[in-house]
């Protein structure tokens, strides 16, 4: 286990320096770059799903050690992949943009045409639905980090609260009861965790699609 897990990691901090290279990618090349971190992002979940498994299987004494382990590894990736899917929107938002601005400058127009006029109203119009829903986006994903991080604050500290208890289980010999009611209240906070970040990007794909 110890073997896969620090393969795992080293590959998660590959994918976060790959991620910081995305914003001076050029537009021919960056989709490949894209391709390439979402390949590795789907190997590290596949590890992932093996490390669970090797963490189950650990010795009663390491096991709860090993999955606090293995849940921070798959928080990180999690992250990663939220990161990844902003940055794609964010592409294809302004990807869209020029290509609308594009064809509104490239339309010309002969002597004979019967309505040489340019809808100005329309186009005002679109150019202000876009500019609002670039700024709900804004807010919508300022929104979603700030929970993000919130809830990676609180997992530290629930870890931190959790070693605690395990150091004093261990000293005071605890049940096996108690110890399965903290397992399973670790289990709840990783769900939460998990629903929350799943919520935000349900919303912020519904504000892409009916404001987009």
Known sequence: METLYHQTNKQIQEVQSYMG????TDRQSVHLLENELQARIDQIFSHLERL?????????NRRQNAKLRVDQLKYDVQHLQ???RNFQHRRYSREAQ???????????????????????????????????AHRGMDDLLGSGSSILTGLRDQRGTLKGTHKKMLDVANMLGLSNTVMRLIEKRATQDKFIMIGGMLLTCV????VVKYLG
């Not at 290279?21 to 001076?24: I, S, T």
């Not at 019967?114 to 876009?130: G, H, M, R, W």
Request: a negative charge.
């Open 98 to 132: 020029d290509r609308e601005r594009e064809e509104l400058m490239s339309r010309t127009f002969t002597t004979n045409d019967a309505d040489t006029s340019i809808p100005i109203d329309e186009t005002l119009q679109l150019n202000s639905n876009l500019n609002n």
């Open 82 to 84: 939220t990161a990844l």
């Open 203 to 206: 919303v912020i794909f519904l």
């Open 52 to 60: 669970e498994i090797l963490a189950s299987k650990e010795p009663p």
């Open 21 to 24: 290279r995305l914003e001076n």
